[in-house]
């Protein structure tokens, strides 16, 4: 039971415009949730976090949204550079009860073009 | 963030033969450390929750007896192979948390590639 989803596998973008990523997710128990950005061959880097008690978070050129009655986020980062091309993986976790425990989803490609 | 480092990088094994990955916190202490698995244009997939001083909780699916793991202070935990197969060919990344620290935020290791020949 994937309860974490990315559907998009690849998101293709021009420099400088918006990249939107989305994330759905099953559990109503998840309470917070965060982004990671991974290259090939090396560990995931955070990027952003949100509590389930907010709807918006900035950092930056990120901001992330999260639809709770849609139990659905996304990233979105704005303007896109190249060196933004990476695979993004969203997760979740119930801090009441998971002890920290993650649930990524499968991940987005995005590719920005100069 | 935090500084999370693993050794080695990479690293090919015989079938049969065991392999250590170790897994540091360098710049502060983690009580919990988490061990994960992706496999290729796979998600990363949760193998174990390792807490320092207590035995590794492991994730359904996942023998105990395969992948050891110790924590034995608050600053590494180690990963073993055990007797490798080719099918356990992946990479291996771990992550830490920080003590009192933000809820659920891991901060992961370069990973570890492991070849099994």
């Known amino acids: 039971d994937q309860q974490v989803k990315q559907n998009s596998p690849s998101l293709s973008v021009q420099e400088g415009r918006i990249s939107i990523l989305n994330c759905d997710y099953t559990?109503?128990?998840?309470?917070?949730f965060l982004w990671y950005k991974k290259y090939p061959a090396e560990g995931p880097t955070f990027l952003i976090s949100i509590s389930s008690i907010k709807d918006k978070n900035e950092d930056g050129r990120f901001t992330v949204f999260l639809n709770k009655s849609a139990k659905h986020l996304s990233l979105h980062i704005v303007p896109s550079q190249p060196g933004d091309s990476a695979v993004y993986f969203c997760a979740a976790s119930n801090g009441g009860t998971s002890y920290g425990k993650l649930t990524f989803g499968q991940g987005t490609i995005l590719t920005v073009h100069p | 963030g935090a500084v999370v480092s693993q050794h080695p990088s990479w690293v090919i094994c015989k079938s049969g033969t065991s392999v250590k990955i170790e897994c540091r916190s360098l710049d502060f202490q983690a009580t919990t450390m988490f061990w994960y698995r992706q496999f290729p244009k796979q998600s990363l997939m949760l193998m174990a929750t390792s807490n320092e001083g207590s035995k590794a909780t492991y994730e359904q699916g996942v023998e105990k007896d395969k992948f050891l793991i110790n924590h034995a202070s608050l600053t590494l935990s180690t990963l073993t192979v055990t007797s490798a197969h080719p099918e356990d060919s992946s990479f291996y990344i771990c992550?830490?948390?920080?003590?009192?620290?933000?809820?659920?935020?891991?901060?992961f290791g370069p990973g570890t590639r492991l070849t099994v020949l």
């Open positions: 992550s830490t948390k920080k003590i009192a620290a933000d809820p659920d935020t891991q901060y």
């Open positions: 559990n109503s128990m998840f309470d917070y």
